[in-house]
């Protein structure tokens, strides 16, 4: 009986041993060719610049940009950084869009000037309607893709710390190495197991990286719900307590590193792109009220974004499910690392 439950340990042992390692190995040979392939480029004082490259970084005051070379540029906004979305055709001007719309994973252009700290100033950034619409889509579906890499790092520090307790068990079992080893060789079939489990570690943490490479990490510290009438994206005035009681969350708080999402929805009445259009209205009329009442910084609101009828938190079925459906929800949040060393 003894024997039997030392033959099952050392099993065990040799399990952990070869799931740890493959997974640790792997993921640590992944994050030293990333960081090996980033190039940081520092902008001479002074120095005007053109640059064309996708958003992989995006802060309240800032964001970097990657180039088709792997060269990363710091580029900061001011509030006279003129921001617009190119249109196609004759009879459509450029839409002055201001840079909330600056999205990660967007593709754009900036000019500018560099500055003491090696950063790029901008002065005008333009982009496309479709690269606007790419990066829109891309960020509805980056929190899956950011979970499964918050995964994956946890679980190599958890190997990690198995490994030393594995070595410190397998000191103490020292006078029964020829039995583990003999154990280990009947044991493949598990290593391979583990092995299969390492690759499939290894490949969510490559789309991760591909998808969300260098993205800042939020916390949300409260949401709010602002409500419409049937068809319409105009404010009514509880809409406007709505978006106040949001407003005394952000100035009372005293919070750093904070940043407002605002996302517009429609209920399923009338066609889909029409609802899109309507929700998108609504989500910009909630920015506007922000902006003129308390003075919001523009930089500081990102993803002026409708979904139209998608995402309903109520049944549409109803008169009053398709109330609580037209909405605009207001997200404040904070980044992890700042509200960190705040808090130290």
Sequence with gaps: MKRGKLNFSLSALAFILCFAGATSAQINSMRARQISDVKTR?????????????VVKRNADSFTLREADGSETVV??????????????????????????ILRGLRLKVEGRGNSEGQLVATKIRFTEQDL???QALESRVDPVENMATDTKALAETNQQRISEAEQNAQKMSGQIDELTALASANREATKVAQAAADRAQADANFANQRINGLDDYDVVESFMVHFRTGSAEL????????????AKVKGENLKGWI?????????????????SLSERRAQAVINYLVTKYNLPL????????????NPVADNETGQGRSLNRRVEIKVLVNKSVAAQAGN
């Design 42 to 54: 520092s902008v001479t004082n002074g120095q005007e610049l053109k640059i064309t490259g996708i």
């Design 236 to 247: 009514t005035d509880l809409a406007k307590e709505q978006i106040d009681v949001a407003a």
């Design 260 to 276: 407002v999402e605002v996302v517009g929805y429609a209920d399923s009445t009338g066609k889909p792109a029409r609802n899109r």
């Design 299 to 310: 930089r500081r609101l990102v993803q002026p974004f409708g979904y139209g009828e998608l």
């Design 133 to 135: 619409m790419t990066a």
């Design 76 to 101: 900061n906004l001011t509030d006279r950084t003129n921001v617009k979305t190119d249109r196609k055709g004759l009879l459509r001007p450029d839409k002055q869009s201001g840079v909330s719309y």
